[in-house]
């Protein structure tokens, strides 16, 4: 199989003698291109040490590193080429942000690519508008909070316009409604066809999002593959230094007391709903509509309104439209619509059937609210 990153038999060690400790031991993980992928691990696990082989900080102490199949070169030049394919944000933001301003930040990777001014701000823009960081393009960045410093290194990740973005602990340090607004991002970076790595040891958001996840313990890699099979071996998972699931065990115990089978595996709370949920259950029904374009939105009522997407954001924020729920709509207007409320989810107009189709799916668990 061909994949876009791949690590073969790959260790590493920070000390240069014999006796200095592996934090990479005989790796080997490949990373398919388009699949939302998640390296998962306690802390010191590796997670980060592998990231920095990705776009070549680190260079393997054994084994050999690849990208589209071809070995990794260590020349500048190619780790040039790499790094403007291959973005790496890191878990703590002061490690990477060292320029003045919030704009200067954003611009350096753009900057250093020889592009025109025009297409330099154009980058800019649309980077801090994805974080919701517009309003602080020329703060200092010594004068920016934590979270807003996570933000600021995404959106220079952004404006690079990476194939492969790879995020170490992006929702670490965030409080739960900016944790919901990174993965909605993500959420989108995947949509339009970006490649996206995550490394958690927040096991909900990674049975959540994740296709595909590699699981490592002590620099070793002990799992690849789908999530249901590595949290249904609860030792494997304990001695990863994780735990299971909520949503896999609720399930799990659900299913059991019912004598059922516990597949199909829910992985929202809204796929969970579907399964559980009895055939008399009053669902309310959906209705996905593309943004007006002059930002006109109607007041629905008494229906539930929710948005997703950066143009639909953008709208509804100049147009001081209501909505109720901001971020992570798609469950939220799921979840309304199965406790018996109409709902309305704007979304940028290329997303009107990708969102459609998810909420459809719901119907592979149980029942699924109509959606229009």
């Given amino acids: 199989m061909e994949y876009i990153l791949e690590a073969r038999d790959v260790s590493h060690r920070y000390g240069r003698g014999e006796d200095s400790p592996y934090s990479l031991h005989h790796v080997s993980v490949g990373i398919r291109e388009g699949v939302r992928t998640v390296i998962l691990g306690a802390n010191g696990a590796g997670k980060s040490t592998l990231f920095y082989h990705f776009n070549g900080v680190y260079r393997p102490s054994e084994g050999e590193m690849f990208y589209r199949d071809i070995p990794m070169s260590y020349e500048r030049e190619h780790l040039y080429q790499l790094r403007e394919d291959v973005a790496v944000v890191v878990q703590n933001p002061d490690e990477q942000i060292f320029s003045s301003t919030v704009e200067e930040d954003v611009a350096f990777g753009p900057m250093n690519m020889n592009l025109h001014p025009d297409i330099v701000e154009g980058r800019i823009r649309d980077s801090l508008f994805k974080v919701g960081m517009e309003e602080y393009r020329y703060r200092p960045t010594t004068q920016l909070s934590y979270g807003q410093k996570k933000r600021v290194a995404i959106a220079g990740a952004l404006a690079m316009e990476p194939k492969v973005l790879i995020l170490d602990e992006p929702t670490a340090g965030l409080d739960p409604q900016m944790s919901q607004e990174v993965m909605e991002l993500v959420d989108q970076m995947c949509l339009a066809g970006t490649t996206v790595v995550i490394s958690t040891h927040d096991v909900d958001l990674a049975y959540s999002w994740a296709e595909e996840i590699h699981v490592l313990r002590m620099g070793r890699l002990v799992y690849s593959g789908p999530p249901e099979p590595f949290f249904g071996d609860r ?100 979840l309304g619509a199965m406790q018996g409320r109409d709902a309305v989810l704007y979304c940028d107009p290329e997303l009107v059937d990708v969102v459609r189709e998810r909420i459809r799916g719901l119907s592979a668990f149980g029942r699924a609210p109509e959606v229009v």
């Fill in 235 to 334: 030792d494997a998972v304990s001695l990863a230094g994780l735990t299971v699931p909520h949503t896999f065990s609720v399930n799990r115990s659900v299913e059991g007391i019912r004598g059922r089978s516990e597949s199909p595996y829910p992985r929202t709370e809204s796929q969970l709903l579907a399964k559980m949920s009895p055939p008399e259950a009053r669902f309310g029904r959906i209705s996905v509509r593309a943004v007006p374009e002059d930002g006109a939105v109607p007041d629905d009522g008494g229906e539930l309104v929710g948005i997703y997407g950066f143009r639909t954001r953008r709208l509804f924020d100049e147009t001081g439209s209501r909505a109720d729920v901001y971020f992570d709509a798609i469950e939220g207007c799921c």
